[in-house]
Nanobody, 127 residues
Framework: QVQLVESGGRLVQAGGSLRLSCAASGRTFRNYAMGWFRQVPGKEREFVAAISWSGGSTYYVDSVKGRFTISRDNAKNTVHLQMNSLKPEDTAVYYC????????????????????WGQGTQVTVSS
């Protein structure tokens, strides 16, 4: 069992930056690839970024490449999403998720690959 708690979401102006964090419980964190998804009302949950169990590979949706960076610290059971040059279209509830496995990050771009989810944190980007 893995429990995930996101933090760091808030209101920010366009062009600004935010760093989201996800704290994971349990001693098996390193057995999981980690991902970030986002969702706006009325739309499906969208993949944003993933990182492999070791942190050796990362993968991003095209719309955030060059602006967002995913990272993890297996010693601290945390994963982060650094978001720069934020745009109003980045406004959403952001969810952290864990997928047990050792594949490269690109494998984990689908919702149904994930075993555990956090409750989400709201990010609002004003224009």
């Amino acid at each position: 069992q893995v429990q995930l708690v996101e933090s760091g979401g808030r209101l920010v102006q366009a062009g600004g930056s935010l760093r989201l964090s996800c704290a994971a419980s349990g001693r098996t964190f390193r057995n999981y690839a980690m991902g970030w998804f986002r969702q706006v009302p009325g739309k499906e949950r969208e993949f944003v970024a993933a990182i492999s169990w070791s942190g050796g590979s990362t993968y991003y949706v095209d719309s955030v490449k060059g602006r967002f960076t995913i990272s993890r610290d297996n010693a601290k059971n945390t994963v982060h999403l650094q978001m720069n040059s934020l745009k109003p279209e980045d406004t959403a509830v952001y969810y952290c998720a864990a997928a047990r496995g050792y594949s490269s990050a690109s494998y984990y771009d689908r919702y149904n690959e994930y075993d555990y989810w956090g409750q989400g944190t709201q990010v609002t980007v004003s224009s």
